[in-house]
């Protein structure tokens, strides 16, 4: 496998510019090649400013939403209305504003009880991708080297099989639902959008080799597409520079 394509934008404003671009240029080909494009939504806070800027001109007009199915690559243990759901905040700042077909949105029911959404959730992506991946799964990263809800330590990362698996989180004392690596990296294409300066010593890490391979205390090392391409866009605090 080629090395991850690493980019470097000057702050989180043209980080999510690039990433909206790189996105739109992913459900071009995709819906050109296959009528479809499916992505998954990371939650957390860094891609508030570049969902908001899918959900404005020109992406809105720029993408054929109605091509587009959306699922998430985690999600907390809460109701889809509650100020911790990353259902809301991507609802909030993209869905609610474009014409995705609410059929084609694949919300993990984080209302009820975590395995039972896991294995209702892994069904799903069972049905809809057999043995293959998402077309582009967007990812954010943890000061801590998490990814998705895989965190360091939690009995997720040891998954070999199954897509989508419920992980409880110790150091938040709280359950999580989320996609495990096998999974992720069958997509045709991983986008990792990392930002801020608390970033930078993982980030230096995990891509410039200063540390072994140690997936257990860095779950974000997991990430290897199988034969898909892994994208890192940084902002420059995140990226040392
Ligand atoms: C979540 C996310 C999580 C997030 C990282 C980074 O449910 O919180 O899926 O994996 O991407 O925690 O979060 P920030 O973007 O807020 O730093």
């Known amino acids: 496998m080629n090395g991850p394509q690493i980019r470097v934008l ?18 071009e080909l995709s819906i050109r090649l296959t009528g479809r494009f499916s992505i998954a939504l990371a939650g957390g806070q860094t891609p508030r400013t570049l969902y908001q800027l899918l959900a404005n001109p020109p992406f ?14 985690d999600e907390r243990c809460v109701p889809p209305d509650d100020p911790e759901s990353n259902f809301r ?8 504003h474009v014409p995705v077909p609410y059929e084609h949105v694949f919300r993990i ?6 395995e039972q959404a896991a294995i209702e959730y892994g069904r799903m992506l069972k049905a809809r991708f057999g043995d293959g991946g998402l077309d582009l799964v967007l990812l954010g990263m943890g000061d801590d080297g998490h990814t998705a809800s ?3 330590g939690s009995a997720a990362l040891a998954e070999k099989h199954h897509r ?27 986008l990792f959008v990392v930002a801020g300066q608390g970033k930078a010593k993982v980030v230096r890490e995990v891509l410039e080799g ?5 997936p257990a205390t860095y779950p974000v090392q997991m990430i290897r597409p199988v034969s898909g391409r892994l994208s890192w866009y940084l902002d420059a605090l995140a990226a040392d520079m």
């Not at 000057?10 to 459900?27: M, N, T, W």
């Not at 809105?60 to 690559?73: K, L, Y």
């Not at 989508?164 to 991983?190: H, Q, S």
Request: proline content about 6%; overall charge negative; hydrophobic content about 45%.
């Open 10 to 27: 000057p702050d989180l404003p043209s980080l999510a510019s690039a990433a909206a671009e790189h996105i739109r240029a992913s459900a």
């Open 60 to 73: 809105t007009s720029q993408i054929d939403w109605s091509r587009v199915e959306v699922f998430f690559g």
């Open 89 to 96: 905040m991507a609802n909030e700042m993209l869905l609610d």
């Open 109 to 114: 029911q984080g209302e009820i009880e975590p």
């Open 150 to 152: 895989l965190f360091p």
């Open 164 to 190: 989508c698996v419920a992980n409880y989180v110790d150091k938040l004392g709280k359950w999580r639902v989320t996609m495990t690596a096998p999974f992720i990296n069958r997509a045709y294409e991983v």
């Open 210 to 214: 200063t540390s072994d391979l140690d």
